[in-house]
C-alpha cells in the first residue's frame, strides 16, 4: 500500500458535483492499492496512520494523534499512486491492484480506521472525483508498506 496523508483544517471529495465526503480538522488519505497487498498490509497502515502523532500540543510540538484532536479521515482511493513513468511518456499501472481486489482492500481499510477515528468519511471508488482541501502546514507525508509492514 501506498499512501499519500495530508493534515487537513478541512477536505472534501465530489462526485459529478455532489460531495461525497467531507471532514474537518483530520487527515485527507489518497490510498493506493497494489496487486500485492493483503489485509494484514491494510490493518498495518490503517493502524500507522490513525496513531501518528502530527498534530500540535500546547507547546507547538507534534505530538497528537487523530483520536487526542477529535480528528476526521477522509479516505480517497488512487491507483495512480502505482504508476510507473520510467520507459516513455505514458504512465504503466500495472502495479497497481486488480480493481475488485482494491476495492474490497480499500474497504476493508476504511472500516479498520473506524476502531479508532469517529469520523471516516470517503470517495467513491473508481468514480472521477474531485477533492478540495486546506492543507495545514503544509504537513504532507508519504507512507509506503512493506512485507514487515508500513516502511519508509
Do not use: W
Request: glycine letters at 10%; proline letters at 3%.
Amino acid at each position: 500500500m501506498k499512501v499519500v496523508l495530508q493534515r487537513v483544517s478541512r477536505a472534501c471529495v465530489k462526485v459529478e458535483e455532489k460531495t461525497v465526503g467531507e471532514i474537518g480538522r483530520g487527515f485527507l488519505v489518497l490510498l493506493g492499492v497494489s496487486g500485492e497487498d493483503t489485509e494484514a498490509a491494510a490493518d498495518k497502515m490503517a493502524d500507522k496512520i490513525c496513531k501518528l502523532r502530527i498534530f500540535e500540543d500546547k507547546d507547538g510540538k507534534t505530538n497528537l494523534s487523530l483520536a487526542d484532536v477529535d480528528g476526521e479521515l477522509l479516505v480517497v482511493s488512487q491507483f495512480t499512486l502505482y504508476a510507473d513513468c520510467h520507459k516513455g511518456n505514458r504512465p504503466s499501472f500495472v502495479k497497481a491492484g486488480p480493481p475488485n481486489k482494491a476495492n474490497q482492500l480499500y474497504e476493508y481499510f476504511t472500516e479498520r480506521c473506524r476502531r479508532y477515528v469517529k469520523r471516516v468519511e470517503c470517495g467513491r471508488f473508481g468514480a472521477n472525483m474531485k477533492v478540495e482541501l486546506l492543507n495545514d502546514g503544509p504537513f504532507t507525508l508519504i507512507l509506503e508498506g512493506d512485507e514487515n509492514g508500513v516502511g519508509r
